[in-house]
């Protein structure tokens, strides 16, 4: 009976809609970020309720699809075929989780892989009795996706509706897709850039803060002492691989290590060995250790890129 009552909130989504309204998406790739982000806007007096869109990569190779640090407007609630298969598995879903990458040729999400040419990202905006709701006018980014990306110093994908899902609003809205958009490695251009491709890319080097210590990608603390984004997590975390010998293969071998490897460089010498995370990074995490904000949507900090959301989401 669950998945017959969800089946039937799916399709309410995808039910017909006054065709009344234009949608214009875009998409942009911050500054060397390894995110793709997609917005849109609304031309009309009717707003979209559920989105179904097909990326294809056309040049260069998607490695990863990060499904575990993907932002979504928080209109959109419901992560459609996250909750299929949640439900279709025999558990339960709760508006709210989940995220909104699908298997671009059938029901539910997308399966974990390797070099990536497609993937779908479905949404549903539904409020908790299962009820369709309209969306907002605009949404910019509605979803963040990060992807990892081949060496390769471009790739282009194309963002098209997915009309196995019913495209944008049950495909009644008007859109100018398809468009492209032209990425590159998140942390193409940087001056260690050899270094991270050593350690195996480690998306972390991109977090706007993690050059100042915030070593796991999240907040402390509460709205009324105050946020702070460097603090007891991230000395565990340093304390868990301090000043572990490097592997003859080379580094990069723990994600924690890299994480942990606040300014990007190695230490030790030939004799003794080198490490990854030593005196210099605890230096620079005192530096920044418990910075408070009262504001939890603090602007990025002062990494480069300095500009690629974090798992905390900032």
């Avoid at 509605?142 to 899902?165: F, G, H, M, Q």
């Amino acid at each position: 009976m669950k998945k017959v009552l969800f089946l039937v909130v799916v399709l309410s989504i995808t039910a017909t809609i006054a065709q009344a309204a234009d949608v214009d998406f875009s998409a942009v790739t911050p500054a060397k970020n390894g995110r793709l982000d997609i917005s849109y806007q609304v031309n009309g007096s009717e707003n979209p309720r559920g989105i179904a869109l097909k990326c294809t990569v056309l040049y260069g190779k998607v490695v990863t699809v990060d499904t575990s640090n993907i932002y979504t407007d928080p209109c959109f609630n419901t992560m459609i075929d996250y909750a299929y298969t949640a439900i279709d598995g025999g558990g339960s879903y709760t508006i709210g989780t989940g995220h909104p990458i699908a298997d671009p040729c059938n029901p539910g999400v997308l399966s974990p892989t390797t070099d990536v040419d497609q993937f779908s990202i479905c949404l549903g905006v539904l409020d908790q009795t299962g009820n369709q709701n309209a969306g907002l006018s605009a949404v910019s980014p509605v979803v963040a996706i990060p992807l990892t990306l081949s060496s390769d110093p471009c790739v282009v994908i194309k963002i098209d509706e997915d009309n196995l899902r019913g495209g944008v609003a049950g495909s009644q809205l008007s859109t100018n897709l398809p468009i492209y958009v032209t990425m590159t490695e998140c942390y193409a251009g940087q001056a260690n850039y050899a270094a991270w491709q050593a350690s195996n890319k480690p998306a972390c080097w991109c977090w706007s803060r993690q050059c100042e210590g915030d070593a796991d990608g999240k907040k402390q603390g509460n709205p009324l002492s105050g946020f702070w984004y460097v603090g007891t997590n991230d000395i565990v975390l340093l304390a868990n691989v301090w000043e572990v010998k490097d592997s003859p293969k080379g580094p990069g071998l723990k994600l924690d290590e890299a994480c942990a490897n606040i300014d990007h460089l190695k230490q030790g010498n030939p004799l003794a060995g080198y490490w990854q995370v030593g005196t210099n990074d605890i230096a620079i995490l005192a530096q920044y250790w418990e910075k408070r904000t009262t504001d939890p949507l603090a602007p990025p900090g002062n990494c480069q890129p300095g500009n690629v959301l974090s798992p905390g989401g900032y």
